[in-house]
Protein backbone atom coordinates (compact mmCIF):
# COMPACT_ATOMS: atom_id res chain seq x y z
CA UNK A 1 0.00 0.00 0.00
CA UNK A 2 1.47 3.12 -1.01
CA UNK A 3 2.26 5.74 1.70
CA UNK A 4 2.83 9.63 1.75
CA UNK A 5 6.26 8.57 2.13
CA UNK A 6 6.26 7.70 -1.48
CA UNK A 7 4.99 11.10 -2.43
CA UNK A 8 8.09 13.13 -0.31
CA UNK A 9 10.76 10.47 -1.93
CA UNK A 10 9.60 11.77 -5.35
CA UNK A 11 9.24 15.28 -4.88
CA UNK A 12 11.17 16.10 -1.78
CA UNK A 13 10.47 17.42 1.29
CA UNK A 14 10.35 21.41 0.87
CA UNK A 15 7.69 23.37 2.26
CA UNK A 16 6.83 26.98 1.89
CA UNK A 17 6.16 28.99 5.10
CA UNK A 18 4.72 32.08 6.28
CA UNK A 19 4.72 33.30 9.83
CA UNK A 20 1.54 34.09 11.21
CA UNK A 21 2.52 37.71 11.86
CA UNK A 22 3.25 38.28 8.16
CA UNK A 23 0.69 39.85 5.21
CA UNK A 24 -1.24 38.26 3.36
CA UNK A 25 0.13 40.43 0.63
CA UNK A 26 3.52 38.95 1.69
CA UNK A 27 2.01 35.01 1.82
CA UNK A 28 0.79 35.82 -2.09
CA UNK A 29 3.87 37.09 -3.04
CA UNK A 30 5.57 34.28 -1.61
CA UNK A 31 3.04 31.73 -3.50
CA UNK A 32 3.11 33.82 -7.01
CA UNK A 33 7.09 33.54 -6.64
CA UNK A 34 6.99 30.01 -5.96
CA UNK A 35 4.11 28.76 -8.59
CA UNK A 36 1.93 27.41 -5.54
CA UNK A 37 -1.67 27.49 -4.11
CA UNK A 38 -0.79 27.82 -0.52
CA UNK A 39 1.58 28.00 1.94
CA UNK A 40 2.21 26.39 5.40
CA UNK A 41 1.40 29.06 8.36
CA UNK A 42 3.53 28.74 11.18
CA UNK A 43 3.84 30.11 14.73
CA UNK A 44 7.77 29.71 15.68
CA UNK A 45 8.39 25.81 14.60
CA UNK A 46 4.66 24.91 15.26
CA UNK A 47 2.48 24.21 12.48
CA UNK A 48 -1.21 26.48 13.29
CA UNK A 49 -2.40 27.08 9.60
CA UNK A 50 -2.77 27.14 6.05
CA UNK A 51 -3.43 30.18 4.00
CA UNK A 52 -4.46 29.66 -0.01
CA UNK A 53 -5.13 31.87 -2.64
CA UNK A 54 -8.62 30.86 -1.75
CA UNK A 55 -8.16 31.81 1.53
CA UNK A 56 -6.82 35.33 0.33
CA UNK A 57 -9.99 35.85 -2.49
CA UNK A 58 -12.48 34.70 0.34
CA UNK A 59 -10.90 37.24 3.09
CA UNK A 60 -9.36 39.78 1.41
CA UNK A 61 -10.52 40.54 -1.98
CA UNK A 62 -13.97 39.89 -1.47
CA UNK A 63 -13.94 41.34 1.97
CA UNK A 64 -11.94 44.55 0.70
CA UNK A 65 -9.39 44.35 3.32
CA UNK A 66 -5.73 45.88 2.59
CA UNK A 67 -3.33 42.56 2.15
CA UNK A 68 -1.02 45.02 3.02
CA UNK A 69 -2.12 45.47 6.33
CA UNK A 70 -4.16 42.29 7.12
CA UNK A 71 -1.58 39.01 9.20
CA UNK A 72 -1.90 36.03 7.60
CA UNK A 73 -3.52 34.82 11.40
CA UNK A 74 -6.19 36.47 10.44
CA UNK A 75 -6.86 34.89 6.76
CA UNK A 76 -5.56 31.56 7.27
CA UNK A 77 -7.38 27.92 7.60
CA UNK A 78 -7.07 26.85 11.04
CA UNK A 79 -7.06 24.59 12.93
CA UNK A 80 -5.14 22.79 9.90
CA UNK A 81 -5.13 19.00 9.39
CA UNK A 82 -1.80 17.02 8.82
CA UNK A 83 -1.01 13.69 7.86
CA UNK A 84 2.03 11.28 8.73
CA UNK A 85 4.29 9.76 6.28
CA UNK A 86 3.13 6.20 6.87
CA UNK A 87 -0.37 7.60 5.96
CA UNK A 88 -1.63 5.62 3.25
CA UNK A 89 -2.33 7.35 -0.19
CA UNK A 90 -6.17 6.41 -0.05
CA UNK A 91 -6.73 7.60 3.79
CA UNK A 92 -5.49 11.16 2.59
CA UNK A 93 -7.43 10.46 -0.82
CA UNK A 94 -10.58 10.46 1.27
CA UNK A 95 -9.78 13.22 4.13
CA UNK A 96 -9.49 15.70 1.23
CA UNK A 97 -11.91 14.94 -0.68
CA UNK A 98 -14.15 14.63 2.51
CA UNK A 99 -12.89 17.97 3.87
CA UNK A 100 -12.48 19.37 0.57
CA UNK A 101 -8.93 20.89 0.76
CA UNK A 102 -6.22 20.48 -1.33
CA UNK A 103 -3.22 20.88 0.46
CA UNK A 104 -1.99 18.51 3.44
CA UNK A 105 1.22 18.83 5.78
CA UNK A 106 3.00 16.34 6.76
CA UNK A 107 4.08 16.04 10.30
CA UNK A 108 6.40 13.11 12.08
CA UNK A 109 8.18 13.29 15.42
CA UNK A 110 10.47 15.79 14.81
CA UNK A 111 7.57 18.29 12.96
CA UNK A 112 6.89 19.63 9.49
CA UNK A 113 8.68 17.54 6.90
CA UNK A 114 6.66 17.77 3.79
CA UNK A 115 3.25 19.03 2.24
CA UNK A 116 1.14 16.51 -0.21
CA UNK A 117 -1.64 18.63 -2.61
CA UNK A 118 -4.26 16.54 -4.12
CA UNK A 119 -2.46 17.19 -7.06
CA UNK A 120 0.20 14.98 -5.79
CA UNK A 121 -2.43 11.98 -4.86
CA UNK A 122 -3.37 12.48 -8.94
CA UNK A 123 0.01 12.46 -10.29
CA UNK A 124 0.59 9.36 -8.09
CA UNK A 125 -2.40 7.52 -9.20
CA UNK A 126 -1.95 8.36 -12.79
CA UNK A 127 1.94 6.61 -12.10
CA UNK A 128 0.34 3.74 -10.70
CA UNK A 129 -1.90 3.10 -13.42
CA UNK A 130 0.62 3.45 -15.99
CA UNK A 131 2.52 0.72 -14.41
CA UNK A 132 -0.47 -1.48 -14.66
CA UNK A 133 -0.91 -0.53 -18.13
CA UNK A 134 2.63 -1.20 -19.30
CA UNK A 135 2.72 -4.56 -17.15
CA UNK A 136 -0.27 -6.00 -18.40
CA UNK A 137 0.56 -4.87 -22.02
CA UNK A 138 3.96 -6.88 -21.59
CA UNK A 139 1.92 -9.86 -20.27
CA UNK A 140 -0.58 -9.97 -22.90
CA UNK A 141 2.17 -9.00 -25.98
CA UNK A 142 4.91 -11.11 -24.44
CA UNK A 143 6.79 -8.54 -24.30
CA UNK A 144 7.65 -7.55 -27.85
Known amino acids: MATVQSILTRKGRDVVTVGVSE ?15 GLVAIEGDRVVGIVTERDILRRIVADRRDPARTP ?35 VDERGLCG ?22 NNYIHGGR
Not at 23 to 37: C, S, W
Not at 74 to 99: H, N, Q, W, Y
Open 23 to 37: TALAAAERMNQRGIG
Open 72 to 106: VQDIMSAPVASCRPDTSLAECRGFMTAKRIRHLPV
Open 115 to 136: IVTIGDLLAQEVDEHQATIEYL
